[in-house]
């Protein structure tokens, strides 16, 4: 980025905004000189006393001439007559810029008078930045950093003006957007507009009331917050609300038909509409400002966070482990495509599966809920899914993406699946290929088959039958939902078994899936029938407890009613394969799912080769199995599984760099890892040294160097741990109660 540098800039006008740019191009030395031009006297002299301007001019003309940058930062009404004013002092390659909320009304008072030919030089903007402060004292240097600036140049503008009035902005701190005139007056009367005529519209109401005092004294926290921009300017709002007239009445429209929806469903009693329009207003509200801020969505969570771990210790206690992630997706998809009403109990509150559930209701579905686990879903069926109004933000949610991809393609609407930064590098051509195939429109514009994920509606869908190239429930899943909408049978065979929740489910909304050796098949055109779900403890966050207690002396840990799907129970086989004393009691079935309550305590566990069948049903649970790994006796050997590098981190290469620096020897192999581990006949000597692990922001490396810790000489620190919100939102706390305190810094 370039630093702009200006001869003379001429201010005409130098409230808030004039008199911060100019302090701004004071201090960081843009220019030789500073003029201003003002109507009233008194903010001249204070621009003079305050060192602001270097010179200053009643008439604006005499403050342009010379000028190479004249920004224009008066009331937006005012344009015509000032641009009337200064057109024959300024110079011909002048660069003209203004501050003005509206845009509109700008390019076309200077159109009035220079004519359809404006000058190259002319760049209109606006910063999105203020305050209800206003006047050349209020100005601050810094009023423009970390906010928006809307550049909106004209076919007329010359690039090398637009270049340098973008840097005069990068210059300011501000992050420099361009868009046409039409959308930058229709957005703000929506974003900005709107929401100050309402303030301003509301403060009215109650002041005219005869009871007003009564009224203020008693208006607390939601009249002081809905209204502190009543507090703004009332002529700049004026000459806005004029300015923007047809933008401004087009969202009071909206509006005002928004007010009028809501009364009916009040009058009418209507408290499932109601409350729908209430829960996804507020979930969006939240929604919104993590898209905006690329965070995952839990408000308690910051990308900054930390684990320290003392190092040493056991595991002891009954443990209730939250519900389990894949099976809590699955359920907000089918109970919100299905007819009637769903509760799910045991929902996992974790970042991922809200995604999913937030995707839903911006596609028009009710959902009551997560409190305690419990979800009600007021299902739309098949038929009834709403175009949500912006894109589809999935945070680091894979399965979200890739069994949506499946729903989304077969509606009547367009929809874009966007996430964080971890899951735009994820692969997502494995699920558009296949529903290619199918009919669906749908690309991936990441620069290698990755997101943002764009699906064209209304595009018909045919059955298929396809051979999975590689081992992935989310790929069969994503398939096999859209196979609901298909024409004709769609089979899926897998190369070796992966998790079957979704055939579980659908089963359990009373839609037939046939299973037939390694092929699932189903046949689109059936409905899905509301039901009761319960979610059962997640096996893939109850590992890190087994792992914890085998490793460390005197643990003894029972995790309650968890999931042992056997598409998911290759951690407990290659534990007992290494050795590990776990029992299973009090088997049961729970919503269509096995649970058992798992009992495991500390063992001498030694390597082995780990069988290559065993790896799609621990997928998630490696990290986990190489420290176990790393605490046996003898080499541990992992193949065949190159899904991992393509997880929420790559797995192999992030694992082998933690392992390493705690003092493990370990080979990162294509497709696994080799392990020397570190364990001791009869004994349990102190297998890792302390120190700083990067997780990589992927939650399940935080969680499993937590893990390390038990067997850990010295203190382990590891670094960007706020991920373990998207799938284990209350693991602190149960290691807390386990015996294993963690410090957790933001
Ligand atoms: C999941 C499938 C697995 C797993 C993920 C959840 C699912 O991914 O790693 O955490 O819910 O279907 P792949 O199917 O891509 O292996």
Known sequence: MGQPRFEKVAFIGLGLIGSSLARVIRERQLAGCIAASSRSQTTLDQALTLGVADEVHRDPADAVRGADLVVLAMPVCATEA????????????????????????????????????????????????????????????????????????????DPEAVRRVRELWQAAGAEVLEMPVDRHDAILARTSHLPHLLAFALVEQLAAASDNLDIFRYAAGGFRDFTRIAASDPLMWHDIFMANKTAVLDALDGFTQQAAALRERIVSGDSSGLLGVLGRAQAAREHFTHMLAKTPYMETTSVSQQFTLNGGGSLRGRLHIPGDKSVSHRSIMLGALAEGVTQVSGFLEGEDALATLQAFRDMGVVIEGPKNGNVTIHGVGLNGLKAPAGALYMGNSGTSMRLLSGILSAQSFDTVL?????????????????????????????????????????????????????????????????????????????????????????????????VNGNIVSVTGGGTLTATR??????????????????????????????????????????????????????????????????????????????????????????????????????????????????????????????????????????????????????????????????????????????????????????????????????????????????????
């Open 82 to 157: 000032v641009l009337t004013a200064i057109r024959l002092a300024l110079k011909p390659d002048a660069i003209i810029t203004d501050v003005g909320s509206t845009k509109g009304n700008v390019v076309e008072a200077a159109k009035a008078v220079f004519g359809e030919q404006l000058p190259a030089g002319f760049v209109p903007g606006h910063p999105i930045a203020g305050g209800e402060k206003t006047g050349v004292t209020a100005g601050k240097v810094d009023l423009f950093a970390h906010h928006k600036v809307i550049l909106t140049p004209l076919e007329s503008s």
């Open 418 to 514: 966007t996430g964080d930064p971890s899951l735009t590098k994820r692969p997502m051509e494995r699920i558009a290929k296949p529903l290619r195939l199918m009919g669906a429109h749908i690309q991936s514009t990441g620069e290698r088959g990755t997101p943002p994920l764009s699906i064209k509606g209304n595009q018909p869908l045919t059955a298929i039958h396809y051979d999975l190239p590689m081992a992935s429930a989310q790929v069969k899943s994503g398939i096999l939902l859209a196979a609901l909408w298909a024409k004709g049978t769609t089979s899926v065979s897998e190369p070796e078994p992966t998790r079957d929740h979704t055939e579980r489910m659908l089963q359990a909304f009373g839609y037939p899936v046939s």
């Open 533 to 746: 779900i319960q979610v059962p403890a997640d096996i893939s966050s109850a590992a890190f407890f087994m792992v914890g207690a085998a490793i460390s002396p005197n643990s003894d840990v029972t995790l309650l009613q968890v999931g042992i799907n056997p598409t998911r129970t290759g951690v407990i086989e290659i534990l007992r394969q290494m050795g590990a004393d776990i029992q299973l009691e009090n088997e049961a079935m729970a919503g269509g799912e096995p649970v058992a309550d798992i009992r495991i305590r500390s063992s001498q566990l030694k390597g082995i080769n780990i069988p290559e069948d065993q790896v799609p049903l621990a997928i998630d649970e490696f990290p986990v199995l190489f420290i176990a790994a790393a605490c046996a006796q003898g080499r541990t050997v992992l193949t065949g599984a190159e899904e991992l590098r393509v997880k929420e981190s790559d797995r192999i290469q992030v694992m082998a760099d933690g392992l390493h620096l705690l003092g493990i020897d370990c080979t990162p192999t294509p497709d696994g890892m080799i392990i020397e581990g570190k364990g001791q006949p009869d004994s349990w000597p102190e297998v890792f040294a302390g120190g700083q692990i990067e997780s990589h922001h992927d939650h399940r490396i935080a969680m499993s160097f937590t893990m390390a810790s038990l067997r850990s000489s010295q203190p382990i620190h590891i670094m960007g741990t706020e991920t373990v919100a998207t799938s284990f939102p209350n693991f602190t706390l149960l290691c807390q109660q386990a015996g294993l305190p963690i410090q957790v810094t933001e």
